[in-house]
């Protein structure tokens, strides 16, 4: 499968994707690499709802991600989208190459504490920041912007305003 575009984002599949993203990319599919949304029923129920007519969704754990971008007889243009840094991490560690990422939200979850503002849509904790480092040094361009549109950012120009 091809990987046409990779973008981070914790909202999974949401309106810029839908609108803007899979057509920036020449999607015929969505590979949903995620260990919690592959193992939650109804997720992937809400998930499915929300992607367009003619367009397949794969939902799929990182490692079955990575099996499938390996596959070479699996055909398709994908739009790859993983939930975090930490994810998007796993499958570069696993061996997946490309060239940017485009980092598009990691929410303020009041959740968690002690997240800094880089972009009114970017929040990071420190893992979060040591993950993103790790992906540049995999050699990926951190490319942050909501939708193609928009004036590329590099991340690690933000990451080192911190």
């Known amino acids: 499968m091809k990987i046409n575009h990779m973008r981070m984002d914790d909202r999974l599949i949401h309106g810029q994707i839908v609108t803007a993203w899979i057509k920036d990319s020449h999607a015929d599919t969505i590979l949903l690499a995620d260990d919690k949304a592959a193992g939650d029923p109804t997720q992937q129920m809400i998930l499915k709802f929300a992607v367009p007519a003619g367009i397949k969704l794969i939902i799929v754990t990182m490692k079955e991600a990575y099996q499938i971008i390996c596959d070479d007889s699996k055909k398709g243009n994908a739009l790859l989208i993983v939930r975090n840094p930490k994810t998007a991490c796993e499958l570069f560690e696993m061996g997946f190459r490309i060239d940017s990422i485009n980092v598009g939200n990691i929410s303020n979850s009041k959740s968690v504490s002690g997240r800094t503002k880089l972009l009114?849509?970017?929040?990071?904790?420190?893992?979060?920041?040591?993950?993103?480092?790790?992906?540049?040094?995999?050699?990926?361009?951190?490319?942050?912007?909501?939708?193609?549109?928009?004036?590329?950012?590099?991340?690690?120009?933000l990451i080192a305003k911190l």
């Open 120 to 157: 009114n849509n970017i929040y990071v904790e420190q893992e979060d920041v040591e993950y993103l480092r790790k992906i540049h040094d995999f050699g990926v361009r951190l490319d942050v912007r909501a939708v193609p549109t928009d004036k590329s950012v590099d991340g690690m120009e």
